[in-house]
């Protein structure tokens, strides 16, 4: 399988507890993006890397939240402190991005995680 | 601010046809994407416009038109396995994607 890959697919913690999820983009990909969603909702855009760069967090993300592309290829989203409310799915998604053409963004199969 | 709007919920009979709708009002426009969402899974990507007019893709076709900060998915010949949520994505001038809250799509006998 050559598709985006994460792990877990789900993740049960209690409040307070740090997690980290795992993103393996389809490789040769230069762009990672990572996405929360909620029931009923769109995607909601956290942050995207070009390569290992970081070029993009939403203004809406705690401090709680980072993350990390050290190589360019995988992807690992971490919270600390975990709250009731960041109990969402964790979309990662891969594009290759090429100056004046579309950049489209294929999902893995998310991270569901459930915080008690 | 930017905002897209699609019908939260729509029924339809296996067979038919159903147009889904979507306006945008963003900052700039830089294209236009639907995605299809089965219950628990992740999105897959279905369309993409840019320039006004209809792009057809077998049983689904995608409508744009800038000037009307409108869009429409057109999914033909109706299988139960189409029910599922459907969701547009604008490109802004940031080349952001701004998701609108998908469109669940109910497909009966």
């Known amino acids: 399988d050559t598709g985006v890959s994460q792990n877990p697919r789900h993740k049960i913690t209690k409040r307070g507890q740090n997690v980290t999820f795992r993103c393996d983009p389809i490789?040769?990909?230069?762009?990672l993006y990572w996405y929360r969603q909620t029931l009923g909702q769109g995607p909601e855009f956290l942050t995207y890397f070009q390569n290992e760069a970081q070029l993009e967090k939403s203004r809406l993300l705690s401090d709680r939240f980072s993350a990390e592309r050290p190589k360019g290829s995988f992807s690992t989203l971490e919270i600390q402190r975990t709250e009731q409310g960041d109990s969402a799915m964790y979309l990662c998604?891969?594009?290759?991005?090429?100056?004046?053409?579309?950049?489209?963004?294929?999902f893995g199969p998310g991270t569901r995680l459930t915080v008690l | 601010g930017q905002n897209i709007d699609q019908p939260t919920e729509m029924t339809a009979t296996e067979g038919a046809i159903v147009q889904i709708n979507c306006t945008y009002q963003?900052?700039?426009?830089?294209?236009l994407f639907w995605y299809q969402q089965h219950a628990g899974e992740a999105p897959t990507f279905l369309s993409y416009n840019v320039l006004d007019g209809l792009e057809e893709k077998g049983r689904f076709s995608s409508f744009l038109s800038r000037s009307k900060g409108y869009s429409y998915l057109l999914l033909k010949e109706l299988q139960m396995k189409d029910s599922a949520s459907y969701l547009c994505?604008?490109?802004?001038?940031?080349?952001?994607?701004?998701w609108g809250a998908g469109t669940k799509l109910i497909i009966k006998p």
């Open positions: 998604a891969s594009s290759l991005f090429l100056a004046g053409e579309v950049d489209t963004q294929y």
């Open positions: 994505a604008v490109i802004d001038s940031n080349y952001q994607l701004i």
């Open positions: 963003t900052s700039g426009f830089n294209g």
């Open positions: 490789s040769e990909h230069n762009r």
